[in-house]
């Protein structure tokens, strides 16, 4: 088995974090956290356990974060006893070749998506019952029992040639889907509960800070989902902007000054201090922050209406200093989102990853001009290089195993056209 994986080896990370202001190629060293392993195939732990082989596996930037060194050892995730490695790569599909004797929800050959494998344990991966609120739900990624350390853990991710996984922490998809859109369920699955999260209403101005991959999604869940708001996007690159015009933005900004754009689209009142400090009086009705940098949660704060609502999509794994003065002076509500769960959608409770299927049957969500470069696994310096450097062109990035892709699409071609 070949994986990349991260340990928390908090001395490493800290002497990495040191150096790579002088030294940017210490992450790729054997300094590093990281490493790029082959592994002894490890035998299924338990009879509810299958195998996967991936397929396809797409860069996300939370992965390349953990990869770099940019996760701080003081974030409160980093107290959990349950995070201690992690298998990088969780926007994967596959193809189960293995199941133990109590598996019941798949069968060998089936294609599948991880689910919850990378968050982390849930209730159900444990077999502990009964399950806590949040399982119960179906909001598997905030498991209370994540850390109690009950049973044994996957071993493998997305990045590398298979994994191991309680057949819980997968998802089987469809056969008429391609590899690319099963690929793309997960990733769009967190811009499509960050819209439910707090969906505009007809006629609502609403913003979308940052046009990478998470914010071009979320300019086609909200098209998707709220047909009628107006969206406004915040780009930095060419090749962005004409994507979010493709996919459905009204308005699009390349390295404009927000706040001006926030006057002129929405007719908010600018004022400025005299230390420099800037605030609007009207403003958009949501702001969706798909980068979640220290800079953009503060401006986005400002953005935002009186009454309004900033969501934040894009994380950053470290302590920020903000300024959250808005969330009470003028009760803007800032709301977080974390990977996908249960949503309640057309007076139904459906998970979000059924939700992402639908609508990408439907041809309401897309993948079409998204995934801009393909690697292979022997590749994935010049990948992870090529994910960071948006002047590459690059959107989505990903890894693709050659003959399993290669059989998937002949099965997916022979479902669709028998």
């Given at each position: 088995m070949q994986a990349i994986y991260v340990d928390k080896h908090i001395p490493r990370l800290l002497l990495v974090k040191a150096?790579?202001?002088?030294?940017?190629?210490?992450?790729?060293?054997?300094?590093?956290?990281?490493?790029?392993?082959?592994?002894?195939?490890p035998p299924?732990?338990?009879?509810?356990?299958?195998?996967?082989?991936?397929?396809?596996?797409g860069i996300c930037a939370s992965d390349v974060a953990l990869l770099m060194a940019e996760a701080d050892p003081t974030i409160a995730p980093a107290a959990l006893p349950g995070n201690q490695r992690f298998y990088l790569g969780h926007e994967v599909v596959g193809e189960v070749v293995e199941v133990g004797p109590g598996v019941t929800r798949l069968q060998e050959g089936d294609r599948v998506?991880?689910?919850?494998?990378?968050?982390?344990?849930?209730?159900?991966?444990?077999?502990?019952?009964?399950?806590?609120?949040?399982?119960?739900?179906?909001?598997?990624a905030l498991c209370e029992n994540a850390s109690a350390g009950v049973g044994p853990r996957g071993v493998g991710g997305g990045w590398g040639d298979m994994f191991t996984a309680h057949e819980t922490e997968v998802y089987p998809v469809p056969d008429d889907l391609t590899p690319e859109q099963a690929m793309m369920v997960e990733p769009l699955s967190v811009t499509v509960r960050a819209a439910l999260r707090r969906l505009p209403a007809l006629d609502d101005r609403v913003l979308v800070v940052g046009c990478g991959i998470v914010g071009l999604n979320m300019v086609q869940s909200l098209r998707a989902l709220s047909p009628g708001?107006?969206?406004?996007?915040?780009?930095?690159?060419?090749?962005?902007?004409?994507?979010?015009?493709?996919?459905?933005?009204?308005?699009?900004?390349?390295?404009?000054?927000?706040?001006?754009?926030?006057?002129?689209?929405?007719?908010?009142?600018?004022?400025?201090?005299?230390?420099?400090?800037r605030m609007t009086l009207g403003g958009f009705d949501v702001v969706y922050d798909c980068v979640g940098s220290a800079t953009t949660v503060q401006d986005?704060?400002?953005?935002?209406?009186?009454?309004?609502?900033?969501?934040?999509?894009?994380?950053?794994?470290?302590?920020?200093?903000?300024?959250?003065?808005?969330?009470?002076?003028?009760?803007?509500?800032?709301?977080?989102?974390?990977?996908?769960?249960?949503?309640?959608?057309?007076?139904?409770q459906r998970r979000t990853y059924d939700v992402v299927?639908?609508?990408?049957?439907?041809?309401?969500?897309?993948?079409?001009?998204?995934?801009?470069?393909?690697?292979?696994?022997?590749?994935?310096r010049e990948a992870i290089r090529t994910a960071v450097d948006k002047r590459t062109g690059s959107i989505k990035v990903i890894f693709e195993l050659q003959e399993s892709a290669e059989r998937f699409r002949r099965k997916t071609h022979a479902t669709a056209h028998p």
């Open positions: 150096l790579k202001r002088l030294w940017p190629g210490v992450v790729f060293s054997p300094l590093s956290p990281a490493r790029f392993a082959a592994l002894p195939d299924l732990p338990g009879p509810r356990w299958v195998r996967v082989r991936n397929v396809v596996c998506i991880m689910d919850t494998r990378f968050q982390g344990a849930t209730c159900y991966s444990q077999e502990i019952e009964p399950p806590c609120r949040h399982c119960a739900r179906g909001n598997l708001c107006h969206i406004t996007v915040l780009a930095r690159y060419p090749h962005q902007a004409e994507a979010a015009r493709r996919l459905g933005a009204d308005e699009v900004a390349v390295q404009d000054d927000p706040f001006d754009v926030a006057a002129r689209v929405t007719g908010a009142k600018l004022y400025t201090g005299i230390l420099g400090n986005s704060l400002r953005l935002a209406r009186a009454g309004g609502a900033v969501v934040m999509v894009g994380i950053t794994l470290a302590p920020m200093k903000v300024d959250l003065t808005p969330v009470w002076y003028q009760e803007v509500d800032l709301v977080g989102v974390y990977a996908h769960g249960a949503e309640c959608w057309r007076g139904e299927i639908e609508l990408l049957r439907q041809g309401a969500l897309t993948t079409s001009g998204l995934i801009t470069h393909r690697f292979t696994l022997p590749q994935w």
